[in-house]
């Protein structure tokens, strides 16, 4: 497998409970992104990791979601206390280098309830 | 602030004829940008790169034009086939940092037999 991979593909939750998305990026690429997508809007930035260290956060991203990347390679995406206002398609993207372009994979599709 | 903007939300075109999407952007920084194509309920696939040296790129059926005068680029799409159908994303970066790739709104693309 040469792409970016995603899990769970979907999921389903209630409102207050905690969900985890894994990222797995292409093996090589050193930078990975994490971005959430709503309905009718682009991709918007959530965190960047290269290698292991997570270099810059938006502002989007609140105390309630914690991202990793503990040895360089997968990534996870954690969300305690869900809101519904956290209902939306979380993309993993991976590139190589300065000025790569990203590769984003299939997405996680979240819905609270 | 709307730093990538795609004015228009939908595009019809005949199959066979050239497809043309638009983009504006704001942002005198960004330096890189990039088209990505994406369908329902599946992360954006990376189309085609232009980085701000150059005013043209081509790959295959696939041309990104770039202004930077006018902070305006455009994707040709010649010709166009049934499969091309899908929302269209451009999306741009600035040189130094994360790197992280700003979105415009997207433009629904339908190509009709």
């Given at each position: 497998d040469t792409g970016v991979s995603q899990d769970p593909r979907h999921k389903i939750t209630k409102r207050g409970q905690n969900v985890t998305f894994r990222c797995d990026p292409i093996s090589e690429h050193n930078r990975l992104y994490w971005y959430r997508q709503t309905l009718g809007q682009g991709p918007e930035f959530l965190t960047y990791f290269q290698n292991e260290a997570q270099l810059e956060k938006s502002r989007l991203l609140s105390d309630r979601f914690s991202a990793e990347r503990p040895k360089g390679s997968f990534s996870t995406l954690e969300i305690q206390r869900?809101?519904?206002?956290?209902?939306a398609m979380y993309l993993c993207a991976s590139s190589y280098g300065t000025g790569g372009s990203q590769y984003f994979g299939p997405g996680t599709r979240l819905l609270v309830l | 602030d709307q730093q990538v903007k795609q004015n228009s939300p939908s595009l019809s075109v005949q199959e066979g004829r050239i497809s043309i999407l638009n983009c504006d952007y704001t942002?005198?920084?960004?330096d890189y940008f990039l088209w990505y194509k994406k369908y329902p309920a599946e992360g954006p696939t990376f189309l085609i790169s232009i980085s701000s040296i150059k005013d043209k790129n081509e790959d295959g059926r696939f041309t990104v034009f770039l202004n930077k005068s006018a902070k305006h680029l455009s994707l040709h799409i010649v010709p166009s086939q049934p499969g091309d159908s899908a929302v269209y994303f451009c999306a741009a970066s600035e040189p130094?940092?994360?790197?992280k790739l700003v979105f415009g709104q997207g433009t629904r693309l339908t190509i009709n037999p």
């Open positions: 869900t809101e519904q206002g956290d209902s | 942002n005198s920084m960004f130094q940092g994360a790197q």
